[in-house]
């Protein structure tokens, strides 16, 4: 990683970084959605190709969001800070990043989703910047109606 891709905000850096690196951020982050018994199933961890860490001042990691790269912009998920790190501009961080980057590779959009009943990251989004673009649809599925499969 050279130092172009770090960028610092305070007594945060964030950087570009490799899969391993966020691998025990992504465990976290699942094992808290897990526990949440109204939220919607992600899809398996990590994903994305391209991946960004927030560490504190002594290398602490405090979060990390992964992207995928597509030719019509690139998509972030997640976004996640531990608990100890929220509200103290370690996502803000990541974000930002993400945009400094976004801006100097030239990709056209950055989109980010976010839980139709999250309002908080709604709100944190929207001070960044973003705006609401289109709605994603979900259902699932139940098992063992007619004309579904049933999952293995």
């Known amino acids: 990683m050279s130092e172009q891709d ?5 007594d945060i850096t964030v950087r ?10 992504a465990v976290e982050y699942r ?3 897990d526990s949440d018994p109204e939220g919607l199933p992600d899809p ?3 994903q994305g190709g391209i991946f960004w860490l927030a560490t504190d001042e002594h290398g602490t990691p405090l ?3 992964a992207g995928t790269l597509r030719p019509a912009g690139c998509t972030i998920g ?3 800070a531990r608990p100890g790190a929220r509200r103290r501009g370690a996502g803000e961080a990541l974000i930002n990043a993400i945009q400094s980057w976004a801006e ?4 056209p959009v950055v989109e980010i989703s976010v839980a139709a009943d999250n309002h908080r990251g709604q709100r944190f989004l929207a001070a960044l910047g973003y705006q609401p673009r289109r709605i994603l649809m979900s259902i699932t599925p139940s ?8 999952p293995a």
């Open 63 to 65: 979060g990390y969001a």
């Open 31 to 33: 094992t808290e959605q």
């Open 6 to 10: 770090a960028t610092t905000r305070a």
């Open 104 to 107: 100097d590779t030239r990709v």
């Open 143 to 150: 098992t063992g109606r007619a004309g579904t499969d049933t």
């Open 16 to 25: 570009r970084a490799r899969i391993e690196e966020i691998r025990p951020l």
């Open 44 to 46: 398996p961890l990590p």
């Open 78 to 80: 997640p976004v996640f």
